[in-house]
């Protein structure tokens, strides 16, 4: 098998009608500045994503989890 070379994928961004912070706009998730970010409070179980366009093997995520996200109940991630 040959090793692939890491990538980082770009999308089309979707989130959940429910989603309309605007001070936090879902864009700020997949913007590589971490000193922006993206934040919705329950209980409107919103969620953000990408559109990969086609099937990817996804095999590493990275995550910068703002200053206030300290208990795991806070930050749920799903793959």
């Given at each position: 098998m040959k090793a692939q070379m890491e990538q980082e994928l770009t999308g089309i961004l979707m989130f959940s009608d429910s989603y309309n912070n605007q001070e936090?706009?879902?864009s700020h998730v997949f913007d590589n500045a971490p000193d922006t970010y993206a934040t919705s409070c329950p209980p409107f179980r919103t969620w953000i994503g990408l559109d990969l366009g086609k099937?990817?093997?996804?095999t590493k995520i990275a995550y910068c989890p703002d200053g206030e996200c300290t208990k795991p109940s806070r930050a749920q991630n799903k793959l």
């Amino acid at each position: 098998m040959k090793a692939q070379m890491e990538q980082e994928l770009t999308g089309i961004l979707m989130f959940s009608d429910s989603y309309n912070n605007q001070e936090y706009p879902a864009s700020h998730v997949f913007d590589n500045a971490p000193d922006t970010y993206a934040t919705s409070c329950p209980p409107f179980r919103t969620w953000i994503g990408l559109d990969l366009g086609k099937k990817y093997i996804i095999t590493k995520i990275a995550y910068c989890p703002d200053g206030e996200c300290t208990k795991p109940s806070r930050a749920q991630n799903k793959l």
